[in-house]
């Protein structure tokens, strides 16, 4: 592929990439400028999430969103509630500014006090950075509320109801290419141009084991050789296995909720989509240069469905529904919700407009409506949600 040049290197990334030989695969790169605790974006709490921060996400749009997700919340944590005494829990990984953690604690305590009674929030956040603003979001907070790593929790686990929204998309992938005539390893290079100074570059690097590149070809999501161009890159997600089977660790029983952009691999790995999904935001900017500024921007790409759904049963956790996040938010009530908005009073008006505008972006397929919605559970009957009702629903098409 042609290598991309790009801006300045920071001090602290060309000692790492000098340590390391002057190269790093694209997942060691991609981990350092997200989670490193000092220079990575989410690390040092640098990415702010909302409309007026580095992006927007649903709970960040306003507590809708929220709203219309508790019903099915309860739904599955009643049954766990009546199965006996002890305390249930409401996991939230990757909580970002805490959003969605605060609004559906509101939303339950509201709504079904008896169950709230029993309900701590548990927080899974890997980034001291971003645990700092959700401590403080979460102050005044209805529920119990404590801040646990996977680790610790596999050694108490704990019973209800596990959410990671736009968290799978936040771990480190590696990135392939292919040459013509092997599978490579992308790497993050430093690259010296006697005029223009230090820069990083996208390379090809080793060719990937002969082994692991066979099992992408049998696994049947990538495109036939000859439909691929030389320099075709996409994603591998090597990070998922781990964290779903750490997640299932965390929890005795009880339901995981995955919502997040997702593609079925025959999209993903489209011959035409020939640089993979890969993406950085940062001020509501969106660009597609993994290397500009490294430890300032959010590095996002999508998930592939089969891969998630491999993982997670590789983890212990059975498929109990999916949707498409419209057609989720549909069954759950957003068309009764919208008509709601219909009423108020005259001062009222500018909320009014602004909430309808948020859920109609949750369900718009050009905005947040395309995104998927990916249950599974560990020790509970194998029923499906109340927004997807056929099990296993395949979202193709
Ligand atoms: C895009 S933000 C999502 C925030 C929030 N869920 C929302 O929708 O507004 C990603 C969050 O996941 C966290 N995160 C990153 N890697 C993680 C991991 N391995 N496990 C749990 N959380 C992680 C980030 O620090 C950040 O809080």
């Not at 089969?306 to 498409?324: D, I, K, T, Y």
């Amino acid at each position: 592929m042609n290598p991309s040049p790009s801006g300045a290197v920071p001090t602290w990334l060309l000692q790492r990439l000098e340590a390391a030989g002057g190269a790093v695969p694209f997942r060691t790169y991609m981990e350092w400028v997200l989670h490193d605790p000092l220079h990575g974006a989410y690390g040092a709490g640098r990415l702010h999430i909302g409309p007026a921060g580095d992006f927007a996400t649903a709970p960040s749009l306003g507590p809708d969103f929220a709203a219309l997700l508790a019903p099915q919340l309860a739904d599955w944590l009643t049954p766990l509630a009546a199965a006996g005494p002890g305390p249930l829990a409401l996991v939230e990984t990757g909580p970002g500014e805490g959003h969605l953690a605060l609004q559906l604690a509101e939303a339950l305590a509201a709504g079904w006090p008896e169950l709230a009674e029993r309900l701590e929030l548990v927080l899974v956040e890997p980034n001291a950075g971003m645990a700092a603003r959700q401590r403080q979001l979460l102050a005044d907070c209805p529920l119990p509320c404590r801040w646990v790593s996977f680790a610790a929790l596999a050694a108490a686990p704990v019973r209800g109801v596990m959410l990671a929204h736009e968290v799978l998309d936040a771990l480190a992938v590696e990135r392939i290419t292919w040459d013509g005539a092997l599978w490579r390893q992308q790497v993050v290079a430093l690259h010296e141009d006697p005029a223009a100074g230090l820069s990083l570059r996208l390379e090809p690097g080793e060719p990937l084991e002969p082994a692991a590149a066979a099992q992408l070809e049998a696994l049947g999501l990538l495109p036939p050789s000859p439909q691929r161009p030389p320099g075709w890159c996409s994603e591998l997600h090597p990070g998922l296995a781990p964290w779903l089977e750490a997640a299932a660790m965390a929890l005795a029983a009880g339901q995981l909720l995955v919502i997040d952009y997702a593609l079925e691999a025959w999209r993903y790995y489209a011959p035409q989509r020939s640089g993979g999904t890969l993406m950085a935001y940062r001020g509501q900017q969106a660009s597609d240069d993994p290397l500009a500024d490294p430890g300032t921007w959010d590095l996002t790409s999508h998930l592939c469905i089969e891969s998630v759904n491999a993982a997670a049963a590789s983890g212990g956790w059975e498929l109990l529904g999916q949707a498409r996040q419209g057609e989720a938010l549909l069954a759950l009530g957003l068309a009764e919700r919208l008509h709601g908005l219909q009423q108020g009073s005259a001062s009222e008006l500018a909320t009014l407009l602004a909430r309808r505008e948020a859920l109609l972006r949750l369900v718009d397929p050009r905005a947040l409506g395309e995104f998927r919605w990916l249950a599974y559970g560990r020790a509970v009957p194998l029923e499906p949600p109340r927004f997807s009702r056929e099990p296993g629903l395949s979202a193709t098409g």
